[in-house]
């Protein structure tokens, strides 16, 4: 006898103006199922989640909950019937610290809420200050918080919306721990993901949606990794590059004795960080966010200023001084690890996202926007990096996750750089997209651009990098070369046991 479902979806559509997002969508989630929601990017996962929150309203059809249809009106309705979600866009407010942000939502003395965030901290290793404030937080450390705070109001239903894709290998393991024993207490949970290996290894029921629309319920434990990307694009996998690596050029980045004291009691200071880049080069950066990744970014970049100008030499000046676009004009590009807000103005479209940092392509004249060369430029970005959106005026916040990674991050590489910093660059970009972004750094590499990627994935900095450097409480590791490093040697210098 099959069990009853917790959750039924029949004929659930959502339109926003001309895109379907979601049509006419079924789905059955039975308690103590872990069941994945596949797709690409765009294809509508995040749409249906809220959906089931109550963050959105269905256009058409029906949500029951244990058989009775029930009107989520808003997200205290869903969380009053035992959903939870993590979102993949955080919900927290910076200006707040951790402890307060979790008492908004979970009831309880603060002394109490303090120490049980700790004991699940302890318990499912997702370690986190209470008292640090959300604003001196990396993403991955965010959305430790985003998991406690779910997991503190004992849900029936946990969505968790990518999860795991700024979460180290350790933490995943011990996440993965952590949903197998609520899967037991038979708390059912909806899991997004693009990691297929993930979702075979976790999941025991999938729902894969194309364009909206839901074509197919499986089991992928049934399916290898390749066979479900080829259901999620309907196509056969795109190939990956083998890489070439070409002698490299001239130092184009380089960092000598970086040292940075940080700048609240929860930042990470950097000690005394040596790196040398050159063209033709891409060196990874691994470690597990909160190490220091976003200290350094912001000193790269240049929205943090060094103490001293020549601890950073872009393109053989010293720039240590410098401001974000000055360093830009020297042939330097950047994207963030925060799509929005800091690599897109949500609230603006996507043309004029492109004028923040492609003006110099030639959008002003005479103090006047060319709203045509903006256009074209921007219409050019979706096209080469498949941006699925319906043209340049559309909002940068609307977009899907992975959407506006490629969007943001095809900006970044049509500049041409002489040098670029990528933080994070797949993260949240669905399979087939992910493979098209490594290729092409490996391209420009190629051509002779420097790059330095920042990343979590140490499967992507293996297949990509030239040599990874391992950031650890605020030290940097000598170069290793990829080709006489294993996973393991750089697992051993992310947890600080290698010096
Ligand atoms: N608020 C909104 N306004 C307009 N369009 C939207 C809005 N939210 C989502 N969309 C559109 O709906 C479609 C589905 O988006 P959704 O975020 O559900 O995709 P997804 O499968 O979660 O993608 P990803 O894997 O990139 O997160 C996309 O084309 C997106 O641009």
Redesign the pocket.
């Known amino acids: 006898m099959t069990e009853p479902a917790l959750l039924t979806l029949s004929g659930v559509s959502k339109r ?2 001309t ?1 379907q ?1 979601n049509k006419a969508i079924d789905l059955a989630v039975r308690p103590g199922s872990i069941h994945a929601v596949l ?1 690409e ?8 989640m809220k959906l089931i929150y109550g963050v959105e309203h269905p256009d058409e059809g029906t949500i029951a909950w244990n058989g009775a249809p029930v009107q989520l009106a808003r997200p205290s309705d869903a969380q009053a019937l035992g959903i939870g979600m993590v979102f ?1 866009h955080f919900s927290l407010f910076e200006t707040l610290n951790v402890l307060q942000n979790v008492s908004l939502m979970v009831p309880g003395k603060p002394a109490d809420l303090a120490r049980q965030i700790g004991a699940l901290g302890q318990k499912f290793g997702l370690t986190v200050d209470p008292y640090a404030m959300v604003h001196t937080l990396s993403v991955g450390e965010r959305q430790r918080v985003e998991i406690i705070r779910c997991l503190l109001l004992n849900p029936k239903l946990l969505i968790l919306d990518e999860p795991t894709s700024v979460l180290p290998p350790q933490s995943v393991r011990l996440l993965f721990d952590t949903l197998r024993k609520l899967q037991a207490d038979g708390t059912a949970i909806l899991f997004i993901s ?1 990691k297929l290996e993930e979702i075979r290894e976790l999941c025991d029921e999938a729902t894969v ?1 194309r364009g ?1 629309e839901v074509t197919g319920h499986i089991d992928p434990r049934e399916h290898d990794a390749r066979a479900l990307a080829q259901m999620m694009i309907g196509r056969a996998m795109p190939q990956v590059a083998a890489s070439s690596a070409t002698e490299p050029g001239e130092i184009r980045l380089r960092l000598t004795g970086l040292s940075h004291a940080r700048a609240t009691r929860f930042g990470t200071s950097l000690e005394d960080i040596n790196l040398d880049l050159h063209g033709g080069q891409i060196i990874g950066i691994a470690g597990i966010s909160g190490n220091g990744q976003q200290e350094l970014a912001a000193l790269i970049s240049g929205e943090t200023r060094a103490g001293q100008s020549d601890m950073i030499q872009i393109m053989g000046r010293s720039v240590g001084h410098l401001g974000p676009m000055q360093r830009r004009k020297l042939g330097f590009t950047f994207v963030p690890e925060e799509r929005l807000g800091r690599g897109a103005v949500p609230e603006m479209s996507l043309a004029d996202n492109s004028l923040l940092t492609a003006h110099r392509q030639g959008m002003l004249r005479g103090g006047f926007i060319r709203r045509q060369v903006e256009k074209t430029f921007t219409r050019r970005c979706i096209e080469e990096f498949d941006v ?2 319906p043209g340049p005026d559309a909002e940068a916040g ?6 506006l990674q490629k969007f943001i991050l095809g900006r970044e590489i049509m500049l041409a750089p002489d040098v670029m910093l990528v933080a994070q660059p797949t993260w ?1 970009v ?1 399979i087939g997209a992910a493979t098209a972004i490594r290729r092409r750094l490996v391209d420009m590499r190629d051509s002779g651009t420097a790059i330095l990627v920042i990343s979590e994935e140490l499967e992507e900095l293996f297949e990509i990098c030239d040599i990874l450097h391992v950031l650890h409480e605020g030290h940097l590791s000598a170069p290793l070369p990829v080709a006489e490093t294993s996973a393991d040697d750089v697992g051993a210098y992310m947890i600080g046991a290698s010096a």
Do not use: C, E
Request: aromatic share 4%; proline share 0%.
């Open positions: 926003y103006g895109v997002a797709g990017n765009g294809a509508g996962k995040s749409t249906l993949q693009h949606l909206g699925r959106t609307a977009m899907s996750g992975g959407n949240g669905d």
